[in-house]
């Protein structure tokens, strides 16, 4: 059987600085839904560091989906077995307990919070479910502009009150990119795509606003892109 596992080292570059920001905004205890969830990888580390977050990946290719899926997979073959590495060392505690008169410690496991990767398509009707956050990582500069006022108004109907949607990506600010490879990289997205390009911060944050999200915070991280912190009203 092949590993349908794809990896993107776009995704172990930004995942910690993401996930600090996320941390910001959310408790303990939340329900994600992250959008074009491309490799999956992110799911699975925000899952990792963050055992009381119920992640739902999702994305509208079924490589995407596959690949969400056999990670997935893994990280719960490896929760198995260290379940079973646990039992096995929790037996070895109790027996040496019962001579000295001493409780043995508890192992901990790992939990399914990382969900089944489902499809969802922002120009799509969705189920009727609601989340505290909603999470999308490149996405609005590598697709149609169609897509981000879509998204918008996903988030109003599918956002609890006070529910956070994190966007990351690069963006222009006041009309400019913010640097030299930024312009470069917008500059070949309008030659793969002409429906494709960097945002305007201000026309996004208009944007939002027009769907009962106000924008909370802005947070610069590595490699000139930004985190856009939006609030549901």
């Given amino acids: 059987m092949s590993d349908a596992r794809l990896s993107s080292p776009a995704a172990l570059r930004n995942r910690e600085p993401i996930h600090a920001v996320l941390r910001q905004c959310l408790g303990r205890h939340a329900r994600v839904l992250e959008l074009a969830s ?5 799911g699975l580390y925000m899952t990792q560091c963050q055992p009381g ?3 739902q990946p999702s994305d509208v290719s ?11 997979a893994l990280a719960a073959a ?7 590495e646990g039992d096995r060392q929790g037996e070895s505690e109790a027996q040496r307990a019962g001579s000295s008169g001493r409780e043995p410690e508890q192992a901990t496991q790992g939990g399914g919070n990382l969900l089944a990767p489902v ?7 969705w189920p009727d479910d609601t989340f505290d956050a909603l999470v999308a990582i490149n996405l609005i500069h590598i697709s149609p502009w169609e897509v981000t006022p879509a998204l918008m108004a996903k988030a109003q109907a599918h956002l609890e009150p006070g529910g956070v949607l994190l966007l990351y990506g690069p963006y ?20 793969r795509d002409p429906r494709w390009g960097v945002r305007d911060l201000e026309q996004v944050t208009e944007v939002a606003a027009e769907h009962g999200l106000s924008r909370e915070a802005v947070h610069e991280l590595p490699a000139n892109n930004l985190a856009l912190v939006f609030r549901r009203q």
């Fill in 38 to 42: 491309g490799s999956g990888e992110h």
């Fill in 53 to 55: 977050w119920r992640w």
């Fill in 78 to 84: 490896e929760d198995r077995q260290g379940a079973a």
């Fill in 119 to 125: 499809r969802r398509d922002v120009l799509e009707p």
């Fill in 172 to 191: 222009r600010r006041g009309g400019e990119h913010t640097a030299p490879s930024n312009a470069a990289f917008d500059a070949d997205l309008r030659r």
């Fill in 62 to 72: 079924e490589a995407a989906l596959a690949s969400i899926a056999a990670w997935r």
